[in-house]
């Protein structure tokens, strides 16, 4: 296994590992920094996989001005006690309790299914584009990647929503 490789295989695990302790912690300012570390290691991977500018879309939008948004507004909320916590724990590992093992099988699953056939899980992409026009990038050869970005942040304003409604 060569050391690009090697990269590859860490960056993917530590960002399964800072999504699920986004998700699985119980304290919203940890959510939200685990957040940021998980959108940031996501743009270097996106970095690596030659979309530039997907990446710094990434590294701005998700890691920085979302996050920050997120962080200013749980300090504008009030603390909560410790039986608060304890309940709001329970209640966190009811509903994700079960995520670090479906995560771990589904781990499981590709690495025997990339043993079987390694090909099969190799993503075969294009080249990046020789000309430096942005138009033609963003919205010719590059759409996939401005569409996975308004995906994540459309999912980020869900997730406001979602946080905000009333009961």
Same mark, same amino acid.
């Given at each position: 296994?060569?050391?690009?490789?090697?990269?590859?295989?860490?960056?993917?695990?530590?960002?399964?590992?800072?999504a699920?302790?986004?998700?699985?912690?119980?304290?919203?300012?940890?959510?939200?920094i685990?957040?940021?570390?998980?959108?940031?290691?996501?743009?270097?991977?996106?970095f690596?996989?030659?979309?530039?500018?997907?990446?710094?879309?990434?590294?701005? *939008?998700?890691?920085?001005? &979302?996050?920050? !948004?997120?962080?200013?507004?749980?300090? #504008?909320?009030?603390?909560?006690? /410790?039986? $608060?916590?304890?309940?709001?724990?329970?209640?966190?590992f009811?509903?994700?309790?079960?995520?670090?093992?479906?995560?771990?099988?589904?781990? *499981?699953?590709?690495?025997? &299914?990339?043993? !079987?056939?390694?090909?099969?899980?190799? #993503?075969?992409?294009?080249?990046? /584009?020789? $000309?430096?026009?942005?138009?033609?990038?963003?919205?010719?050869?590059?759409?996939?990647?401005?569409?996975?970005?308004?995906?994540?942040?459309?999912?980020?304003?869900?997730?406001?929503?979602?946080?905000?409604?009333?009961?």
């Amino acid at each position: 296994m060569n050391n690009d490789m090697v990269l590859n295989s860490v960056l993917v695990v530590t960002l399964v590992i800072a999504a699920v302790y986004t998700v699985m912690t119980p304290r919203l300012i940890h959510s939200a920094i685990g957040l940021a570390i998980a959108s940031a290691i996501l743009a270097i991977i996106i970095f690596k996989l030659a979309s530039s500018l997907a990446a710094v879309f990434e590294l701005s *939008v998700c890691a920085g001005l &979302i996050s920050a !948004i997120f962080i200013s507004t749980i300090s #504008l909320t009030g603390r909560i006690t /410790p039986e $608060e916590l304890t309940e709001r724990q329970k209640e966190h590992f009811r509903k994700f309790g079960v995520l670090p093992v479906i995560v771990i099988l589904v781990f *499981v699953t590709l690495t025997i &299914i990339h043993h !079987i056939n390694p090909n099969l899980l190799t #993503l075969n992409l294009p080249a990046p /584009p020789a $000309e430096n026009n942005v138009n033609i990038i963003l919205w010719g050869s590059r759409f996939l990647d401005l569409f996975g970005q308004i995906v994540v942040l459309l999912a980020g304003a869900f997730g406001v929503v979602t946080f905000f409604r009333e009961k």
